[in-house]
């Protein structure tokens, strides 16, 4: 059976179903459970062999499944959840998109939370293992779906990839015995990311002593340094920009994103800042965050006062989430780039995710991979977010495309 085949099995018309379907179902972090139970009933139908509900932090669930044995070998990756669609409703008011559940078809695209970031790729991934099946195939190569909770932050107490590590504390992927190749269906555009950034949250307290205005000589005046360590965090984003840029990437940066300080009328005893570092792939997370310790520290020394640094979003890493990337010319990169051209007739575009997410967990074990999607993550996050549904079903064809010629096929056996 040719990839092709495999290919033209896809029924447009039912993958529009099921991303609708897939809208319909809340997942809000961390509310993940009815949508994962669905997604486990749906692979139930393709060409899966094993299929598991596996419950993680605070009895979460991760879905998992595998088929075929040997290689080449494949890993389809996704996270649960949603983040919040508090402002959809407010933005939308009095519109057929005032439900950010209902999943409305509008210009050709489905309207919804998750419809792109990332229910179209996990329903991308459903269906091009169903087209699979549909022509009385499986695949030859060992592929596994792997769905976790828990990737998205903003909700309190989650955001922290608990559902991939407890990924790989399950063994949902070897050791041992890496799989070859990854992707992971964050939005892309459907263009072929090969590289992301690596960030860091640096959480910065500097603490004086606050006293009356008319006696400002008994404060130490926390504002006061926080407006030096400012100047030197800038300052240090500049130099940043003066290393050369990565070819897809771009450059590293430093960004203050939060400022708070100031009493009634007296000394402001404490400086609250939160910054966010872009971090390459060729820089160290350990080494960009000690160069923000020992500047605050310096300021600390030179005005006098205390200072705290915490790093308050660790994903892979204990500061933040590590940068990861592989060649261009990987070898499944390539074969991924053919099955786009044999399905759209179009160049493939290789570029950087304008994000950080998990592959780079995955990356550790020894599987390189990529993000490929449907859906734009610019919408993502927003009362904007939809996906394409010509755009869903090529991504969905190039998808099983690229299993049937990367994993190769085999007859699935038939039962009376």
């Given at each position: 059976?040719?990839?092709?085949a ?10 529009v ?19 994962s ?5 749906q692979?139930?139908h393709?060409?899966w ?5 596996s ?12 088929v ?9 990756a996704?996270?649960l ?6 402002d959809?409703a407010d933005?939308?008011s ?28 996990i ?8 087209a ?14 792997l ?6 932050s ?6 922290v990839?608990?559902?991939?590590k ?14 070859e ?33 008319g ?5 130490v005046?926390?504002?006061?340094a926080g ?10 984003s ?13 450059e590293a940066?430093?960004?203050v994103?939060?400022?708070r ?8 005893g404490?400086?609250d ?19 923000i ?6 300021v ?18 204990p500061v ?7 060649p261009?010319?990987?070898?499944a990169v ?14 493939p ?7 950080w997410?998990?592959?780079?967990f995955?990356?550790?074990?020894g ?9 734009d ?6 009362p ?11 991504a969905?064809?190039?998808?099983a ?5 990367w ?8 039962t009376?």
């Amino acid at each position: 059976m040719n990839p092709e085949a495999a290919a033209e099995a896809v029924d447009a018309d039912q993958l529009v179903e099921l991303v609708q379907q897939a809208i319909r179902i809340p997942s809000v972090t961390p509310h993940e459970e009815d949508f994962s139970r669905w997604v486990h009933q749906q692979l139930l139908h393709g060409a899966w062999d094993n299929t598991q509900i596996s419950l993680c932090a605070d009895n979460r669930p991760n879905v998992y499944a595998r088929v075929g044995q040997g290689g080449p070998s494949l890993v389809l990756a996704g996270h649960l959840d949603t983040v919040h669609a508090d402002d959809w409703a407010d933005h939308w008011s009095g519109t057929d998109r005032a439900d950010p559940y209902a999943a409305p078809i509008v210009d050709r695209e489905i309207w919804g939370r998750g419809a792109a970031d990332q229910k179209a790729g996990i329903c991308a991934v459903l269906e091009a293992l169903q087209a699979i099946d549909r022509t009385g195939c499986k695949p030859k190569g060992a592929v596994t779906a792997l769905f976790v909770c828990d990737e998205e932050s903003g909700q309190p107490g989650s955001g922290v990839s608990a559902g991939m590590k407890a990924a790989i504390a399950d063994g949902a992927i070897s050791e041992n015995h890496p799989p070859e190749f990854l992707i992971y269906t964050e939005p892309s555009t459907s263009a072929i990311y090969t590289a992301q950034m690596g960030f860091l949250i640096a959480d910065i307290t500097l603490t004086g002593r606050s006293a009356y205005f008319g006696r400002p000589e008994l404060g130490v005046d926390a504002l006061k340094a926080g407006h030096h360590l400012l100047s030197a965090l800038w300052e240090h984003s500049e130099d940043l920009r003066t290393q050369p840029p990565h070819p897809l990437i771009g450059e590293a940066f430093l960004l203050v994103t939060e400022v708070r300080s100031g009493e009634s009328i007296a000394v402001p005893g404490q400086f609250d800042l939160s910054l966010i570092r872009k971090v390459l792939p060729h820089e160290s997370l350990d080494s960009a965050a000690q160069t923000i310790r020992d500047m605050t520290a310096q300021v600390a020394l030179d005005h006098g006062v205390e200072s705290k640094v915490e790093f308050s979003a660790p994903r892979d890493h204990p500061v933040g989430g590590t940068p990861d990337e592989i060649p261009t010319d990987h070898p499944a990169v390539q074969a991924l780039g053919t099955s786009i051209t044999a399905i759209t007739g179009e160049t493939p575009r290789i570029e950087a995710a304008p994000f950080w997410s998990e592959k780079s967990f995955l990356a550790a074990l020894g599987v390189p991979g990529v993000y490929f999607a449907p859906g734009d993550i610019s919408h993502a996050h927003t009362p904007f977010e939809r996906v394409g549904i010509d755009e869903l079903v090529a991504a969905t064809r190039t998808l099983a495309h690229f299993v049937a010629s990367w994993c190769g096929l085999e007859k699935a056996p038939t039962t009376n």
